[in-house]
């Protein structure tokens, strides 16, 4: 008898119930697909337990091991009885580590990763062709598969740089799909500006070396009023007589990551003047232009924003990433898949930088960039072997590795071990992180 | 004809079987052949404009572990437009991974996906049709509506499937495109003479013309006035393995419209 092993997940309790049917039940063709209590499909779950072991103590000198326990709790209930078409979702986060690099609830604007949030939770009202949302959301807008220059209306979380993720924002949506062919986006975030969220000062991956000799004062967050409201719009079609789809896009907010500006402060004594970077967040306006095409087997895709300042007081630049992705199925086995993506990042800047503004060097890391990811899939994905790489071509060069396996145990637990490593000169952004490499292992159970 | 109204039956089925005139066409005489194109057409035609079904797929493989699969299906079918928009369940890592194909006929197939972790809509490079989907031993080719414009249909004679008597239908490509990218030299369709429903398929390999796989559809229920195998079970032989996909909620979805089966809603929950 085949497939006696009852669906793993949803059940509850799993284990008692399964054992319980099992013994009670006679064994026949179908009773694997025996109704059994189940949490309904809109309630969902992961815990999830993280490891970083560092062969090096690295420039921080920082603990060699990591232990990261999280939990996350996604409800996407239907609110139709209340109002048809409406629906809520939330995805609830909480994260602890020995390394104490979480601290406080709720606030994603604090320095510091909160122990517990809402990385999402809105509400999401349909009729006919009209969507709204209000609420804390995440947007994904760019084709890009590696690196998206247009997705820029969330900051990003790179408490740890390389297992970083998209903060949410409060923000109205609106979407209107007028055909098949075009649908139209707009987005308000209201008021509150919230940044990149930057390595603690003294962790792995501090982005200001230890040596750095200037003293970095705290964040200048833009003040929260109406003139710090942030807005955008997009504009998708889909050309299937092309096989193309394209994108316009339209930002005007904030970079969420800093620039430096250099202030002094007098003391009271000697030496009496103390120099002090003082990170601000400088409005920006970005338009977009997203083109996807499939040739065949393969998918080509160009992504370009232009980023300019209303007050054009600021460098004005175009960031650019054009590339493909390849997959073909069917290798060893039939139920086997290869994919593979190559991009290349770029920076055209238009015009001249302002004075007394130290460059945001981190704003655009990928100026001259080669990106590549190869994947394998095993039999449907339970068991995927990745490779993603980051080469920086501009200035010193530096490179990102980062190679991973992830095997599904169960269908409610996968198993993940990898490795990142940074390799480059001192003076390169990958390099300075080069005493940083690591290995992981995630264990990831599902309900 | 006449048609014993049984207690329970819908409105919309009775009209379906008063609209519909039986499996062999009547209008020849008793003896004469049914037409082969004929009936798969009319098992074609046996569904509604919008659907959705709950599936739930256990892939049994002969070595290893047995793996499941379970999806919602929406299915929206007009004008020669074929929609198809699947969203996993489960496996939980893949949790509302959304793949829409919009086949259109003389054209290559659209694919969009959505990855949920990304929360992102792309568009992919269509699979081959002789891929397997989500590594079960269906293929999409196996997925597809079927295209009578091309394939030849030959009846072979009459067989048992499923406790039924069934026309047996040979079908072979006719079009250069799908001689070219069906996976099969030829397919023997096993067809109730009593409804337009399909109780088994068996399926001959391109290459060396020997049987690869065996869809066996049982658990047929009423649909809307159609009926549907709620079981179906294939066989892979090269694979050694099977795959039984059970139809746990099937259902017409009169609300269902093309427009719901684009890219640009492929995020939302349905």
Redesign the interface.
Known sequence: M??R?P?P??RVPRIAIAALLAAAAPAR??D??AEVPRLP?WI?G?ARYKAFVYPDEGRQENDRVRNQVEADLEL?PSLDPLLPGL?AETLFRAVWDDEHLSAGVFDERDERRPIATFREAFLAW?HD?L?LRVGRQ???WG?A?LFNPTDTLNPRDYTDLLDNEKIGVDALTA?W?A??RL?VEAVFVPVLFTPNRLPPRGARYDLVPPDFPIRIADRDIPPDTLASSQYGVRL?G?V??A?L?WALTGHHGFDHWPNLKLRVRRLPQPPFFEPLLEPFYKKQDVAGLTL????????AHGEAGYFFHSERSEDEYVHYVAGG???K??LA???DELFLVLEYAGLAPTDRRAPGVIPGVWTTIFRSALLARARYSW????LVVETTAALLLHGEDSQYVQAKAAY?VF??L?LTVGTDILSGSKDSFFGQFRDDDRGFLFL?A?? | MIVRLLPGTTALALAAILVAPPLAPRSRAADAPPDAREIIARVKASRAEGERRELEMEILPKRGRSSKRKLVVLTHSRDGEDRMLVRFVEPHDVARLGLLTIQRRGEEDDQHIYVPTLKKTKRIAASNRTDLFAATDFSYEDLRAENLDAHAYRLLGEETAGGERCYKIEATPRTEEERQSSGYSRREILVSTKRPVILEIRMFDKRAGTLVKVARFSDVRDVGGHPKAHRVEMENRPRESRTVAITTSWTVDRDLKADDLTPFKLERGN
């Open positions: 085949l497939g092993r669906l997940s949803r063709a179908d694997r697909f499909d969902r992961v996407a629906r349909e062709a969507e995440i947007f994904a084709k598969d979407r799909f055909s098949e649908a998708s889909t299937p007589e096989d789809d996807s095409r499939v040739f065949g087997p393969l998918e992705n390849w997959r199925a069917t086995d039939d139920a039999n449907g994905g339970d599904r269908e409610w996968k990831e599902s309900f």
